[in-house]
């Protein structure tokens, strides 16, 4: 999807929250692709480290849903993550049809390299506004998304 450059956006489409929404969202997305494909890592692996890390051993089903993936999608980040011995995955002894996932040593000190990767990112992306802003959109955009999530 092309961005067009503010200046020949017309007044009334530039001036709509969702637009501008939308379009900062199009340029973050690529800044993080970006940003994590420099590491070798993707925003699923992000994602998928920090939802182990924050709340356990979880089945692929519960880390797709607390992480926001689609099932299919966990499975080949889960793969990628596997292979690099950043998660380990076992049959469940309640359910030996499904795996629970967890984090590896190694996928903690992943996760901390990607966290400092996206805090670059996070100040690229923001650099044109100051700390006391920046905290200020993230309680905004927090507001509204729980809006529209409820």
Same mark, same amino acid.
């Given at each position: 999807?092309? +961005?067009?450059? !503010?200046?020949?956006?017309?007044? &009334?489409?530039?001036?709509?929250?969702?637009?501008?929404?939308?379009? $900062? *969202?199009?340029?973050?997305? @690529?800044?993080?692709?970006?940003?994590? *494909?420099?590491?070798?890592?993707?925003?699923?692996?992000?994602?998928?480290?920090? +939802?182990?890390?924050?709340?356990?051993?979880?089945?692929?089903?519960?880390?797709? &849903?607390?992480?926001?993936?689609?099932?299919?999608?966990?499975?080949?980040?889960?793969?990628?993550?596997?292979?690099?011995?950043?998660? +380990?995955?076992?049959?469940?002894?309640?359910?030996?049809?499904?795996?629970?996932? +967890?984090?590896?040593?190694?996928? &903690?000190?992943?996760?901390?390299?990607?966290? $400092?990767?996206? *805090?670059?990112? !996070?100040?690229?992306?923001?650099?044109?506004?100051?700390?006391?802003? @920046?905290?200020?959109?993230?309680?905004l955009l927090? @507001?509204?998304? @729980?809006?529209?999530?409820?």
């Open positions: 999807m092309d +961005t067009p450059d !503010q200046d020949v956006v017309p007044a &009334r489409l530039a001036g709509l929250p969702s637009w501008l929404i939308s379009q $900062t *969202a199009v340029r973050a997305g @690529r800044m993080v692709g970006d940003g994590l *494909a420099a590491v070798d890592a993707r925003g699923y692996h992000f994602r998928l480290l920090a +939802t182990l890390d924050e709340f356990g051993a979880a089945s692929q089903a519960a880390l797709g &849903r607390r992480s926001g993936i689609h099932v299919s999608d966990v499975v080949a980040a889960l793969n990628e993550l596997a292979d690099r011995d950043y998660v +380990t995955r076992e049959p469940d002894p309640a359910d030996r049809r499904r795996n629970v996932v +967890t984090i590896t040593p190694a996928g &903690r000190r992943q996760l901390r390299r990607l966290e $400092t990767r996206l *805090a670059v990112v !996070q100040d690229e992306l923001l650099a044109p506004l100051s700390p006391e802003e @920046r905290a200020q959109l993230s309680r927090t @507001r509204v998304l @729980r809006h529209h999530s409820a």
